[in-house]
């Protein structure tokens, strides 16, 4: 640099500091997410690794853990948490909520009615992309969870856009004003009569569904409420290994995990 200012690098080569989460990854490519404190020690079957020697660090940097096992540590994204958070419920995949994001429009400011919080990973994701969120979800311990995972990824200030309740919304929804209404509930259709009321014109629904027989109903759902252009997708998410000249489809793939069902709600 020739007019006395920082290169425009320094700001990407930010040190890891103690209270982040960092993802440490080894040489079989297992992942683990941790939380970095002064005195920590990440155990393993190959040895610990002290938090100290991760501090101070790039991400990208290679560390070697008392017995030699090697791991290189980066911050974790979205979806390394989601798959390696606590969880009591079971959690709609990146491969899902991706989609999910772009099928219901989520954007900056957008109000959002959630219904089966569970751990929090579809919250995270429209949180992050600005929505505001009100959710019902039955249990205690799954909406602790989702806050308590949402606070650890987002921060405590993103709290102010998610507002859960323990709340059964098969019996109705008592908020009102939504842009959007997303849910992953075992029965969906129970709660579309109750849509209308509570999103506005032309506003939209998406909900997971693991079975294609919850998909029925669900369609029959809202036709008979009053919503159009009804679809339904599933997304197959297939690897590929590429090396030197091996390039061949993996022999495993993510496949069925659920559908995806979206609607737009008609003027009354």
């Known amino acids: 640099m020739t007019d006395g200012t920082e ?27 941790i939380k970095l404190v002064a005195e920590g020690d990440f155990q393993t079957h190959a040895g610990s690794l002290h938090h100290h020697s991760i501090i101070g660090q790039s991400e990208g940097h290679a560390l070697s853990s008392t017995k030699g096992q090697k791991f290189t540590v980066y911050r974790p994204t979205l979806s390394d948490f989601i798959l390696t958070m606590p969880r009591g419920a079971q959690v709609i995949y990146p491969k899902d909520i991706g989609p999910m994001l772009m099928l219901a429009d989520i954007g900056p400011g957008v109000k959002v009615f959630e219904s089966g919080v569970g751990s929090g990973a579809l ?39 998610y507002e859960l309740h323990l709340r059964d919304s098969y019996d109705g929804i008592e908020h009102t004003g939504f842009d959007r209404v997303v849910l992953d509930i075992p029965e969906p259709w129970r709660v579309i009569p109750h849509v209308p009321g ?71």
């Not at 425009?8 to 992942?31: F, I, M, Q, S, W």
């Not at 919250?123 to 992309?129: D, E, I, N, V």
Request: aromatic share 6%.
């Open 7 to 33: 290169p425009a690098t320094a700001e990407l080569t930010r040190p890891l500091a103690e209270g982040e989460l960092v993802l440490l990854v080894d040489n079989k490519d297992r992942r683990y997410v």
């Open 123 to 161: 919250s995270m994701a429209m949180l992050r992309a600005g929505a505001n969120i009100v959710g019902y979800e039955l249990r205690e311990d799954f909406a602790a969870r989702a806050r308590s995972n949402v606070s650890m990824f987002l921060g405590d200030d993103v709290l102010n856009r």
């Open 198 to 268: 509570v999103l506005g014109a032309g506003g939209l629904y998406v909900s997971y569904s693991p079975s294609i027989t919850q998909v029925m109903k669900v369609s029959d759902a809202l036709t008979d409420a009053g919503f159009s252009d009804v679809s339904t997708t599933e997304v197959l998410n297939r690897g590929w290994h590429v090396e030197g000249k091996a390039v061949r489809p993996d022999h495993r793939m993510v496949a069925h995990t659920g559908f995806l069902t979206r609607a737009r709600l008609l003027a009354q």
